[in-house]
């Protein structure tokens, strides 16, 4: 115990000139001493924060939640003002004790404080020490992709931080959850779109959240950093950088996954590489708090399309195959307790449950400062870093691919070879990668192209390999045994260890060799240079029954189509012969001809069309782009969270094509307000331009004010629907549409404005005769703000309730529809489930009318059809929900929201 003073204080302390805490006699409470040294302290006890930290969260002096907030604060100093912020809260008897614990650690040397965070030393500290130096022995280093024998790259002084974006969830995740029911009363309460920056230590930290998230979705387009940011995670923990609150971090790849053979258990997959962890897993399955678990790259599980959410698994110990055992820890069936945080591309995110996920976060990739600080650092070099930095920063096109780390260093690693080998600059991101491939042959094959020979047994290595990687991208197979290179005559190829990663793998008989591509877009690369070459292809990827077969969904195949219209542009097919000596491909016609009927036909019918764009851009043929003559002009590049990359190859298109545009759908790209004000040129040609489902600030509804109020202006619909809009920015429309004779329709369902709002500007029609409604359904209107909205002199503009006008709402309905015909079997699945909430939330009456009923049977009709073709069982179970859900209406006419899937 403590001498105590009067009224309880401690007996008074002091600081010496040594920094040491010394008692004296005189009489000081705890809390006062904290308050008057606090600079002193600050500079005393930043360097035993980790060691404080664990004490006090040992002793339960401190929740979870402060050492978490404690944590957040970047660098040792800030850490300490948090902490004694916090105790100068907490009162004297926390301070007491506080600086009680100060003074034992001060008499701690520096090379055992570890060990007082890590508590006694019995097995489980041991097996703590032992996990963390596994964990840095295999995370020191950054595999980087040509890196040969001796040569090592280490992660502590390569690693730039990547952005991190507190995400929104487009379509797959539900927007509008508060609902209010009343009688005949629903009101929509959308919450602000969250677009907060995050770094990664802060990742698993409340923030303003409701509470710690304990799952945690990372997504980002491939590339960009996710394996890199999860060794970061890695290494950061073993060297006891940040994340205190774990104890264990288990990792998995999904690759290494796919080797597991099934039936298994938890703890047997957590030992195939974790074997130090066998006497300490039972009590580590006890203390689950304590540990994370990372599941990376999800895009390349091959049982990715059928986790099992109906079947719970809870105990570790429990053997079922492996989707049974990822789906009960996604949802928390399996220790609940655990921390389990998935990255993924944002092709397959659509098969996660919704309601799993408690954190969605993107990776952005770089900004410029960190692109500027990765060519530094790659050259070694400060002048020449920035000399090449600045040549690529005045070619958009190659700066643009600098925001995705992985193409960041083969551009980098190109730029270093190529003047050399007189390829010229590159312009796509096939230019890249091909001349990545030249760079590759040659720098680790000086000798290969002696004679004719040596150039023949190249190209049959090069096929070799991708044959390999086409029917790996065919199969969903990211890796690969000694039988399969066996199989595609690879075992002495050469060449295999420039382009393929070697992992030796414990089986029970046996330690076996698995191979993989050194990073996924190269065997989507070789796959379509293969698909470009040969002749004879057994099965055919562009063939639809093909792709049925090997449930090769949309988005899948995006990669691979643009690097094959990149491979079979003319610039390359020469680089290819002149470097390579390979054939010209007898496809470059075909494609081509295909390439522009479809972009028509996309073009026409409205269908989705940004990665034909992209392959169209591959192409780099400004001429080619005067034969895609569509009777109408509808682009939709909808439901996709735009990249600089997606925003440039739309611009480029643009530039290119003439005319009216009918219709640009940009609904859930999370376009911001920079974006459509580069836009804007192109706004004027716009005859319709739907926004909705994008967070718009007051600066874009400007923009569109510039466009309704301008001479030039063509629009005749403009839909904002779900895009945050209030009062302000929704009266900003007003003094711009005095003057304008074009538009007749503005949808903004869904948004938080109010009566008020609504009846000022309904005034409009003293001015503007040629707008015809204001579709408000979904806003701040009470029943009785409907009906006095009916009364008023211009009743008829504004719609805030379905009604029973046929006439109207069939253009609504044919929309709808008309989109459902072309999207692909996910785009339908999250595009139907919003429609369905939205429909719920949007009727005051109690039944529906009878055109919504007519409605809801061809909808359910069409997803019947869908269901016969649909080969993905998670994704056939979620259309079966919502066929039921719109079927059931013909009998009851009262849509509910659809349940979450």
Not at 124 to 145: E, F
Request: proline share 3%; glycine share 4%.
């Amino acid at each position: 115990m403590e001498p105590r003073g009067p009224g309880g204080g401690a007996v008074g302390h002091t600081v010496e000139d040594g920094g040491a805490f010394q008692w004296n006699p005189q009489g000081i409470s705890s809390a006062l001493f904290l308050k008057r040294h606090r600079e002193r302290l600050i500079d005393e006890l930043e360097g035993s924060m980790d060691c404080i930290l664990g004490k006090l969260l040992q002793r339960d002096l401190l929740t979870r939640d402060d050492c978490e907030d404690v944590a957040y604060e970047r660098g040792p100093r800030k850490q300490v003002r948090k902490l004694l912020d916090i105790i100068d809260l907490r009162g004297e008897e926390l301070a007491v004790s506080f600086c009680s614990l100060c003074l034992q650690i001060k008499t701690i040397p520096p090379e055992q404080k570890q060990m007082v965070v890590q508590g006694p030393s019995t097995d489980y500290s041991k097996a703590v020490t032992r996990h963390k130096q596994v964990l840095l022995r295999r995370n020191d280093c950054m595999n980087y992709y040509n890196s040969r024998h001796g040569e090592k790259v280490y992660l502590a002084d390569y690693f730039i931080n990547l952005l991190l974006v507190k995400g929104h969830y487009s379509l797959e995740v539900k927007k509008h959850e508060l609902l209010t029911f009343g009688q005949q009363r629903i009101h929509l309460q959308k919450k602000r779109a969250e677009r907060l920056e995050i770094n990664l230590e802060q990742l698993f930290l409340k923030l303003n959240d409701r509470k710690v998230p304990k799952r945690i979705l990372v997504s980002g387009v491939a590339g960009i950093g996710k394996t890199v940011f999860v060794q970061k995670i890695l290494y950061d923990f073993s060297t006891a950088k940040t994340y205190h609150n774990f104890e264990f971090v288990i990792h998995f790849t999904f690759r290494d996954l796919n080797l597991v053979p099934t039936p298994t258990t938890l703890r047997r997959i957590i030992l195939m590489k974790n074997r130090h962890l066998s006497t300490v897993l039972t009590k580590l399955f006890e203390n689950e708090e304590k540990i994370l678990i990372i599941l990376d790259g999800f895009d390349e599980f091959k049982h990715y399309c059928q986790l099992d959410m109906d079947y719970y698994v809870c105990d570790p110990d429990e053997e079922v195959d492996l989707p049974q055992i990822v789906g009960s820890l996604l949802n928390s069936e399996l220790l609940p307790e655990a921390t389990v945080l998935l990255t993924s591309r944002p092709t397959v995110i659509s098969h996660i449950p919704v309601n799993c996920v408690e954190r969605f976060v993107i990776i952005t990739g770089f900004s410029i400062t960190e692109i500027e600080c990765y060519f530094q650092k790659f050259y070694q070099d400060k002048d020449l870093g920035n000399t090449l930095f600045a040549f690529v920063r005045e070619n958009h096109f190659l700066f643009t691919l600098c925001y995705i780390p992985a193409f960041c260093w083969i551009v980098c690693s190109v730029l270093k070879e190529s003047s050399a080998l007189d390829m010229g600059h590159p312009e796509s991101m096939t230019d890249i990668y091909t001349r990545y491939l030249v760079v590759l042959l040659n720098h680790h094959t000086h000798s290969i192209f002696r004679d004719s020979s040596e150039y023949s047994t190249t190209q049959e290595s090069i096929l070799s390999l991708g044959k390999l990687a086409y029917d790996g991208l065919l199969q969903h197979e990211t890796l690969f045994y000694q039988h399969d290179l066996d199989a595609f005559n690879l075992s002495s190829c050469d060449l295999l260890h420039c382009f393929l990663d070697k992992t030796s793998v414990q089986e029970p008989e046996a330690t076996e060799n698995v191979f993989s591509f050194t990073h996924f877009t190269i065997q989507e690369f070789f796959a379509a240079l293969y698909y470009s070459l040969e002749v004879n292809l057994l099965e055919d990827v562009m063939d639809l029954q093909v792709q049925n077969k090997f449930c090769l969904h949309s988005g899948y195949l995006d990669l691979f189509h643009r690097f094959l219209s990149g491979l079979l542009a003319n610039r390359n097919q020469k680089l290819l012969i002149k470097h390579l000596n390979l054939s010209q491909s007898l496809k470059v016609e075909p494609y081509v001809s295909w390439l522009v009927e479809e972009i028509i036909k996309s073009s026409e019918n409205g269908a989705y069309i940004l990665n034909l764009l992209h392959c169209l851009f591959e192409q780099q043929r400004q001429s080619l782009v005067q034969t895609i003559t569509p009777s109408l002009l509808r682009l939709n590049v909808s439901d996709n969270t735009f990249s600089v990359m997606d925003f440039a190859v739309l611009k480029y298109f643009l530039d290119l094509v003439e005319g009216d545009i009918l219709e640009l759908d940009l609904t859930a790209t999370n376009i911001s307000s920079r974006l459509i004000a580069q836009l804007q040129p192109y706004l004027y040609r716009c005859l319709r331009i739907w926004l909705g489902e994008n967070a718009l600030d007051m600066e874009a509804v400007k923009v569109l004010c510039g466009v309704l109020d301008s001479p030039q202006c063509k629009l005749e619909l403009l839909g904002l629907g779900w895009t945050n809009l209030q009062n302000e920015e929704f009266l900003e429309l007003y003094p711009c549409l005095k003057n304008n004779h074009t538009l007749q329709g503005l949808w903004i369902e869904g948004n938080d404005i109010t009566y008020a709002a609504v009846e000022t500007f309904s005034e409009i029609t003293t001015f503007n005769n040629t707008l015809e409604h204001v579709v408000m359904v979904g806003n701040k209107l009470r029943e009785s703000d409907i009906a006095n909205l009916r009364t008023c002199p211009s009743g008829s503009l504004i719609v805030a309730s379905f009604s029973d006008d046929r006439d109207f709402w069939k253009g609504w309905c044919n929309w709808i529809f008309q989109r459902c015909e072309v999207c692909s079997d996910e785009k339908l699945v999250t595009f139907l489930s919003k429609v369905c909430r939205g429909v719920s939330l949007s009727r005051i009456q109690e039944k529906d009318p009878e055109w919504m009923l007519e409605w809801y049977g061809e909808v359910a009709a069409l997803l019947r059809q869908r269901i016969k073709l649909c080969n993905t069982d998670n994704l056939k179970r979620r259309m079966c929900i919502l066929e039921q859900t719109f079927s059931s209406q013909l009998v009851h006419g009262d849509l509910q929201p659809c349940p979450e899937q």
